[in-house]
């Protein structure tokens, strides 16, 4: 009968409301830290509110799990219950979407799948590590004169096909890709300025960028549906059931 008692008073006193989430200073803290690591330097204000927002519906999603009995405290295995019933709820949508579905969503989302412009062009290269301001001015001066242009080797090569704008930034970087908006087609132009030195380009081609039929990108549309169906599912339930949690934050904390 005592220690039936004390096993009462036991439950009483450490009693908590399930639906009541309390986030200590510490955990945003720990977060934030880890965030400033992996980016190299502090978030802005709504870097730190989706922070935040993760871990309160980390943190639901994991007390859901408990109420299904899944698992006990942990924070390695908080993290998987917290998977785990995400995945259950993405998986409850339907698994064949209609093609009428499908062209909605492509209709809704058309800028996903847009071909971008492609450009084949030569050029040369001047590094700035040996004076690539004056001498590709000098070069540019002189190239309509058939003399030899004693550029340097540039590290990916002299010509590139049919590639991106977004290629093109990712190679040459500085903006670079800026001088092929309104590019001319057959003509030397520059000198422009990229992450490695000066550069004169000449354009032998270029394709306009344009919206596929859906029917060529049909299987790439059904792929993206089906993670934004599910992930439409997993904010419902969330959205269903945030408003049963109390949360509880430090307003004065300073981060």
Do not use: C
């Not at 299904?68 to 917290?82: F, N, V």
């Not at 190679?171 to 000198?191: C, M, R, T, V």
Request: glycine share 4%.
């Amino acid at each position: 009968m005592v220690g039936f008692l004390i096993y009462l008073i036991d439950i009483g006193l450490n009693s908590y409301d399930e639906k009541e989430i309390y986030i200590s200073d510490q955990e945003i803290l720990s977060l934030v830290t880890a965030w400033k690591s992996q980016v190299g330097r502090n978030p802005n204000d709504d870097e730190i509110t989706r922070i935040i927002n993760n871990l309160v519906e980390e943190e639901i999603l994991y007390r859901e799990a408990l109420l299904l009995g899944l698992e006990k405290e942990d924070r390695i295995i908080k993290r998987r219950l917290a998977q785990k019933i995400s995945f259950l709820k993405q998986e409850s949508i339907p698994k064949a979407p209609t093609y009428n579905d499908l062209s909605n969503y492509y209709n809704n989302n058309k800028d996903k799948y847009f071909i971008d412009p492609k450009y084949t062009f030569t050029h040369y290269f001047f590094s700035s590590d040996n004076d690539s301001n004056k001498r590709s001015k000098e070069a540019f001066s002189n190239i309509d004169l058939n003399f030899e242009i004693e550029s340097d080797p540039f590290f990916l090569g002299k010509n590139f096909v049919d590639i991106t704008k977004r290629d093109i930034e990712s190679d040459f970087g500085n903006n670079f890709s800026d001088h092929f908006d309104s590019i001319e087609l057959d003509k030397w132009l520059g000198p422009f300025r990229s992450a490695f030195g000066h550069h004169i380009i000449y354009v032998t081609r270029y394709q306009e960028g344009f919206y596929p039929d859906i029917n060529k990108v049909l299987k790439k549309v059904e792929v993206d549906f089906m993670l934004y169906q599910k992930d439409m599912a997993l904010e419902k339930y969330l959205n269903e059931i945030k408003s049963e949690y109390k949360i509880y934050i430090n307003p004065d904390l300073q981060i």
